[in-house]
């Protein structure tokens, strides 16, 4: 399998399928992991990174679960491919671009601040399982699954994880627990997260309520593309904030149960805006579907914020003819990188809007 | 003919032919006339208006060009029925309310303010002539011609007017011309008008400097709807301002040769706009189509906005599947007399716009 394989390809976590899949759009968890006896990425010098880089892939070759699974390193990737991964959510903005998130951008780094040097993303079959070797940590591990399937990412993850172990010893302290560069992910070095897509919310101007009760109890709400994003076509990414003193199942379970309570209340906005407004509504979502079906210039933020009124519409049964993975591979194959990966070449701006709006006409 | 076979029927003024057709909507020319003997309208008591209306009738029935025509009593007419007709340009919105425009709304009035006694419309064959009986003058002709036919108008309307006089001796001064109730109308009583669409002359923000000369050089500018009424779908009524102490043939040869320039005006800008921003103005025509297409309320403002980058993009051959004449007919269909005729009942102003979408799903 090669990057480009990936163009025409639909992840796993964009099936549009599991349970809640009308409003979860997706379900991730991630682990840190770092290997003993080596520093952190950013305190490594050349050598050093390189040298986890060739463990880290030894220890891929050797799992059971990853082996046969794309092995890209970033230096040989062109700026094209590597916003192609980020916007397929594979990598994160900080890898892509050799820089540190968190607080690990701290002085002592012997990497340079771009530097992409023996950066590398291990990508599985479906999209399923991504591993980042040398981001903040030696190893981030995430699992993708589509709909509410935290449980079974977390059984996917695990697995993968123990396997690796076998190779690679990691840097655990008895006290601490998983040691990371950044001492937010300590303890279990565990982030789980749901892509939530909370239109009616939205709406009915009820949701800086709900992300402010749920931040209250332990939640952090993100956008699309994780930490410093806007919340974009009114999908909002909620994870666990602490990561330490706690297991990972209670990390899981405190989570499920705050997001069914998200989950209920777009339900009941939903209902609520049916019963209350239907035609305006519906209204609405046919605009936003005439809109994208007939836009001859269009801009990504535009596409998103009308498609996730489409994707309401599939939802709502409101758009019979459509299928909502379908809805939720074009929020992904209109972005900048996958258009010019589509088209095979590198387009300016308007050209990409041109490029976007007759996808879009020709998908709907 | 009665009133509700209207309603199917389209205009001759609406079908998109004629010279310039891509700009110029339609020609309008309308004679001032009032029986000698009789006082104006306003003027006049309930017993000389009726007089007025019989002798009008008399004069109808004995015109071979007006035989047949349809004559309509607005006071049996329902205030639905006088907007529909107001909607399709045959009578005046004062002529539907029995109010006086002009400066005839001056005291010593014997009529009541909203007297619709012994008012009157005569409507010919295909709508090309209409007659307002005891409007703001006992006779208002109008013969209204599809594109730039200002001529054939005329020749239509004369011909009419000397039919008309065999039978009805006109208010004549051989100092002043014919005599009329408000002395802006005064000489020949004639206004000779175009309707003008003029899109790309208000895209590229040309539009008040042209009307600005225009008005400087003897024209009026009205919108859709006549005096006092906003231009809306960038559609612009030019008319002469002078009726006395000039013929006929120089008010329209007058009129004709500044409709010219205008007309080359908008096509100039019409060019300069697909040569530098063909996508982005090939953009707002689809995305226009597109959510008259898809939407299920809208109102008749959005309607009549929408529909005009419509027709541009119909003129552009932008959208080469429909038809002008179509468009145009749209815009009459959608006003909400119309909507309530064709539903065949009272609607609301939310069920109009439901209504609205719906006949514009189905036609386009």
Redesign the interface.
């Known amino acids: 399998m090669t990057l480009s394989d990936l163009v025409h390809q639909t992840g796993e976590w964009l099936r549009g399928s599991g349970p809640h899949g009308e409003i979860v759009m997706s379900a991730r968890v991630r682990l840190a992991r770092n290997l003993s006896q080596a520093p952190f990425p950013q305190w490594a010098t050349p050598p050093q990174r390189a040298e986890v880089l060739k463990r880290a892939v030894e220890g891929v070759n050797g799992s059971a679960f990853l082996k046969g699974s794309m092995v890209l390193e970033l230096k040989g990737l062109s700026e094209l491919d590597r916003l192609f991964l980020v916007e397929r959510h594979l990598i994160s903005r900080e890898h892509a671009t050799g820089g540190f998130s968190g607080a690990a951008s701290a002085s002592g780094s012997h990497a340079t601040a771009n530097s992409t040097d023996s950066r590398a993303v291990v990508v599985s079959d479906r999209e399923i399982v991504s591993l980042m070797v040398n981001e903040e940590d030696h190893l981030r591990l995430q699992v993708l699954q589509s709909g509410f399937n935290l449980q079974e990412a977390w059984v996917i993850l695990n697995r993968m994880e123990e396997e690796l172990e076998r190779k690679l010893p990691y840097a655990f302290s008895a006290e601490w627990g998983y040691l990371t560069a950044c001492p937010t992910n300590v303890g279990t070095g565990m982030r789980a997260s749901t892509m939530l897509h909370l239109p009616c919310l939205v709406m009915t101007k009820q949701i800086n309520r709900v992300l402010h009760a749920i931040t209250k109890l332990g939640l952090t709400a993100r956008g699309l593309y994780g930490e410093g994003t806007e919340a974009t076509g009114n999908f909002f990414q909620l994870s666990n904030q602490v990561s330490l003193g706690i297991s990972e199942e209670e990390i899981l379970d405190n989570l499920e149960r705050l997001i069914k309570q998200v989950i209920e209340q777009e339900e009941a906005a939903r209902k609520a805006l049916l019963n209350q407004s239907r ?2 509504l ?2 609405r979502i ?2 936003a ?3 994208l ?6 801009t990504s933020n535009e596409t998103v914020e009308l498609l996730s009124l489409v994707r309401l519409g599939v939802d709502l049964g409101v758009i019979p003819t459509l299928e909502r993975g379908r809805v939720n591979q074009l929020f992904i194959q209109t972005q900048p990188a996958h258009l010019q990966k589509l088209e095979g070449r590198p387009l300016n701006p ?1 050209e990409r809007d ?1 490029r976007r ?1 007759k996808l879009l006409r020709d998908s709907l």
């Open positions: 035609e305006a519906e209204d046919w605009r579907y005439g809109t079906k007939s836009a001859h210039l269009i308007s041109a709006a």
